[in-house]
């Protein structure tokens, strides 16, 4: 079997190569010319031909497919439709920073897995059940194949498509190492997102690791009962012993963990919901943000404006803590959050869903 590019952080690469006089040196710069240009390096003073062509033999450089991309008329938000090492397709976004006009950047919305097993009932891509894990390569060239397609830079990377994270967790953090290289796409680990349902012995783990990324849980209710409605991964891994982890997070990185909440009218934006996060969070500093809810069939609407306003007057009353509201885009093509589901971007017909 070839040893992917891609794939390996550079060390890993050393130590797979080393047999065949691959140095440090030249194992990052095998990673550099992989990820920006998609080969080999060219023949230099530390890499001489023969060593290049036992390289070659040695190795492989594999690339996604893409078999969409849709470019969202109302926000700039696009989509790609990617095909891997399996026939199953999987989605990326390209978000546009577009708050500072002079500097502009994207940040890459990437899938750790094909489909999700969490079964949450808000989100497209857990209607659509478990299909595999990514591999470190096939998460990593999501963010360089948008960053060819994109005129600015990607500054950002953010586990939001679909999948659940930490369920494919060596990979992840894998192409966490892989992506934050400063020989290759060189994007720092604090400006890379894992967002989560809340899998507790992955939180133990990024703990344990002090891996520099942001953490994000998606809580979604306080009330239990009501969570294990919406999020079945509520039986698994209920809500107390998730607080307990988040803590044991915060003390040991001294990270502010951030809450997303996803809205929805009449369930979870009610004066209750946020006396629950207020009394649940006690002691524990985190973000909150509020995400609308982006439900296909129409079974979840999002707040109304009135509704909004109260649910964060009540939550400024009782959290002293910074809450946002999140813009999720791109709804015109399918691509906000909860909306990925591994399809074109056609209309949603009711076999889709
Ligand atoms: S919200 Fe995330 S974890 Fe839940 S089903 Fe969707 S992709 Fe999976």
């Known amino acids: 079997m070839p040893i992917l590019l891609k794939n390996f952080t550079s060390d890993q690469l050393y130590a797979a190569l080393s047999h065949a006089g691959v140095t440090p040196q030249v194992a990052r710069r095998l990673q550099a010319a992989a990820l920006r240009f998609g080969e080999l390096p060219t023949v230099g003073q530390d890499l001489s031909r023969a060593r290049l062509d036992q390289i070659r033999h040695l190795t492989k450089i594999p690339h996604l497919t893409l078999d969409e991309k849709v470019v969202s008329a109302q926000d700039g938000f696009t989509k790609y439709l990617f095909r891997g090492d399996g026939p199953e397709p999987f989605e990326a976004v390209s978000i546009p920073l577009l708050h500072r006009p002079d500097d502009l950047k994207q940040v890459a919305c990437v899938s750790s897995q094909v489909g999700c097993a969490m079964g949450c009932l808000f989100c497209a891509t857990g209607r659509m059940g478990f299909g595999r894990n990514l591999a470190a390569w096939e998460i990593v060239d999501q963010v360089v194949k948008i960053q060819a397609d994109s005129p600015h830079p990607v500054r950002g990377v953010v586990f939001m498509g679909m999948g659940e994270p930490l369920l494919n967790y060596d990979a992840v953090v894998t192409a966490i190492r892989i992506l934050s290289e400063p020989c290759g796409m060189a ?152 909306m990925l589901a591994g399809r074109p971007a056609g209309p949603i017909r009711a076999k889709d869903i």
Not at 227 to 240: D, G, I
Not at 242 to 254: D, F, N, V
Not at 261 to 287: F, Y
Not at 321 to 335: F, N, T
Request: aromatic share 4%; glycine share 6%.
């Open 187 to 338: 994007i720092a680990g604090k400006a890379i997102t894992i967002s989560t349902v809340g899998i507790i012995p992955g939180i133990r783990r990024l703990t344990a690791e002090r891996l520099p990324v942001r953490l994000i849980v998606s809580l979604n209710s306080a009330n239990p009962r009501q969570r294990l409605e919406l999020m079945p991964v509520e039986k698994a891994h209920p809500t107390p012993d998730l607080l307990q982890a988040l803590r044991e997070y915060h003390e040991a990185t001294g990270q502010r963990v951030t809450l997303a909440w996803t809205m929805m009218a009449g369930i979870n934006t009610n004066a209750d919901a946020a006396q629950r996060i207020a009394d649940l969070t006690r002691g524990l500093p985190i973000k909150l943000d509020l995400i609308d809810v982006n439900d296909p069939t129409g079974r979840f609407q999002p707040p109304t404006r009135e509704e909004l306003d109260n649910f964060r007057d009540a939550l400024r009353a009782k959290l002293a803590m910074p809450v946002a509201r999140r813009y999720s885009g791109g709804r015109d093509i399918h691509a906000a959050c909860g």
